[in-house]
């Protein structure tokens, strides 16, 4: 199985700071790597798919970049919105498993 | 819209049975992989399988192959989860999602149910 790893975690930031969280992968998994945002006591939302694509309604404050085995998730302005958990999943090979999550917290 | 779905809540003791559901609304129900996730308490998330509901070929992750057993009925547009006999280490949230993908083979999940949660305990 192909392991993920975030970090930081947790991170703790201020509104309006550019955030940057990064997920590496145990094996190159091409641009197969998506993230979501999980709030308490709700279902996750994509946010990025294929590493850099932006989900449709997601604000553009979000972008994703990498490929192979490294990808960063970067909020470029973070909103209070914003302070939430954040998980990368690697859809290159069954089990198409999730990193452990970045909780991001107010500073 | 895109919708799923899923049942309510369920308080089981350990050793029953039990089947959860997961309805999809608005896209054409056969043509979408849909995909279960377990989220125990204060923990992350863990990809548990997928049903591709034109043909029912079913694909699980290896930590729960023949913990639980993934079904749909395209008559209802409805996914199933369902355990044979429940143990109190099966107590999490559990969550569909649809599955999608762009350029062919980049999948992701886009639309997710609310969560069914499953309390095991005697």
């Known amino acids: 199985d192909i392991q993920l790893t975030q970090s930081p975690s947790p991170l703790s930031a201020s509104v309006g700071d550019r955030v940057t969280i990064t997920c590496r992968a145990s094996q190159s998994i091409s641009n197969y790597l998506n993230w979501y945002q999980q709030k308490p006591g709700k279902a996750p939302n994509l946010l990025i798919y294929a590493a850099s694509n932006l989900q449709s309604g997601v604000p553009s404050r979000f972008s994703g970049s990498g490929y192979g085995s490294d990808f960063t998730l970067t909020i470029s302005s973070l909103q209070p919105e914003d302070f939430a958990i954040y998980y990368c999943q690697q859809t290159y090979s069954i089990p198409q498993d999730f990193g452990p999550g970045t909780k991001v917290d107010i500073k | 819209e895109v919708q799923m779905v899923q049942s309510g809540a369920e308080v089981k003791k350990p050793g029953v049975s039990l089947k959860i559901s997961c309805q999809g609304s608005?896209?054409?129900?056969?043509?979408?992989?849909i995909g279960w996730v377990r989220q125990k308490p204060g923990k992350g998330l863990e990809w548990m399988g997928i049903i591709y509901p034109g043909d029912s070929e079913t694909r699980y992750s290896p930590s729960f192959q023949g913990q639980v057993t993934i079904s749909v009925d395209t008559s209802t547009s409805t996914a199933y989860l369902q355990w044979g006999s429940l143990k109190a280490s099966d107590t999490a949230m559990y969550y569909c999602?649809?599955?999608?993908?762009?350029?062919?083979?980049?999948?992701?999940?886009?639309?997710w149910g609310q969560g069914t949660l499953v309390t095991v305990s005697s």
């Open positions: 999602a649809r599955r999608e993908a762009k350029w062919g083979s980049l999948y992701y999940f886009d639309f």
């Open positions: 608005g896209y054409r129900f056969a043509s979408s992989w």
